[in-house]
């Protein structure tokens, strides 16, 4: 099963947190992960997968222009029916990475995906809207990010196969 994250990241930390949630999906048995920078996806995985999860790092309180301009011109990648999930990276608590998640929420909403974060039914970590990494606490959150990836291809799994 192919699971896709598309990113944007300018100085590598939202990138290397899609690293880590695609190493917690691939704990999962035959799950195929693909990481895009959002300059450079292949359309063709993505429309094969089950499951697209976004990552975003957090400029003045909200998304970065590079993905909220890939929703707002990505009328031909279809993501109906497939699980959305969303992470931001930020670097201050109150630097506003669950606005840029509900934005990207908005997105996926729209686009008819099933957005899935695992929430607090399934324990710690408590992921509510999407994984969130700050500065201050980077690497702690490293072992957050990768129960994130296992839960999402957990729940692909889930509803995905027969």
């Known amino acids: 099963m192919k699971i896709s994250i598309i990113y944007f990241s300018k100085t590598g930390k939202t990138k290397e947190m899609a690293g880590v949630i695609a190493s917690g999906m691939k704990l999962e048995k035959n799950i195929e992960v693909g990481i895009f920078h959002i300059d450079n996806i292949d359309y063709n995985f993505v429309d094969e997968s089950k499951a697209v999860i976004f990552g975003t790092p957090t400029y003045y309180a909200n998304t970065c ?30 630097g506003g990475a669950d606005t840029a998640i509900l934005t990207i929420i908005n997105h996926l909403m729209v686009k ?28 702690e959150s490293k072992g957050m990010f990768k129960i994130f990836g296992t839960r999402i291809a957990k729940k692909a799994i889930e509803l995905f196969t027969n």
Do not use: R
């Not at 590079?66 to 608590?93: H, M």
């Not at 008819?112 to 690497?139: C, D, R, T, W």
């Open 65 to 94: 222009w590079q993905i909220k301009k890939w929703f707002d011109e990505s009328s031909g990648c279809n993501l109906s029916g497939k699980i959305g999930s969303v992470f931001a990276t930020a670097n201050y608590a109150q």
């Open 112 to 139: 008819g995906m099933l957005v899935y974060s695992g929430g607090s039914s399934l324990g710690q970590p408590y992921i509510h809207l999407g994984a969130v990494a700050l500065k201050e606490n980077f690497e």
